[in-house]
């Protein structure tokens, strides 16, 4: 079964970098769009970005200029890169494709800011 694993998660100080990964297990051949979401402690889980199946982005304006989606087809791998984070970057992170409304989801990975 094909399953979503995320990782680069960790602690980092304010103004630093990390890059997420997500990697599936098996090839996806129903995809619309793969994306991030976040979800803060005692908040929602919100959108952060997607990238569609051909390759245009859309960013939430908290993360606009400062985080990067993008994917290796070869290695059937999402990215994100987070430069300029936060504080208010903290967060679950999780990995999302978009089966035209049948959704796959990772385990999530924590981003913890520091200031």
């Known amino acids: 079964q094909v399953q979503l694993v995320e990782s680069g998660g960790g602690l980092v100080q304010a103004g630093g970098s990390l890059r997420l990964s997500c990697a599936a297990s098996g090839s996806l051949t129903s995809i619309k769009a793969m994306g991030w979401y976040r979800q803060a402690p005692g908040k929602q889980r919100e959108l952060v970005a997607t990238i569609t199946i051909v390759g245009s982005t859309n960013y939430a304006d908290s993360v606009k200029g400062r985080f990067t989606i993008s994917r290796d087809n070869a290695k059937n791998t999402m990215y994100l890169q987070m430069n300029s984070l936060n504080p208010e970057d903290t967060a679950v992170y999780y990995c999302?494709?978009?089966?035209?409304?049948?959704?796959?989801w990772g385990k999530g990975t924590l981003v913890t800011v520091s200031s």
């Open positions: 999302n494709v978009d089966r035209y409304g049948r959704d796959l």
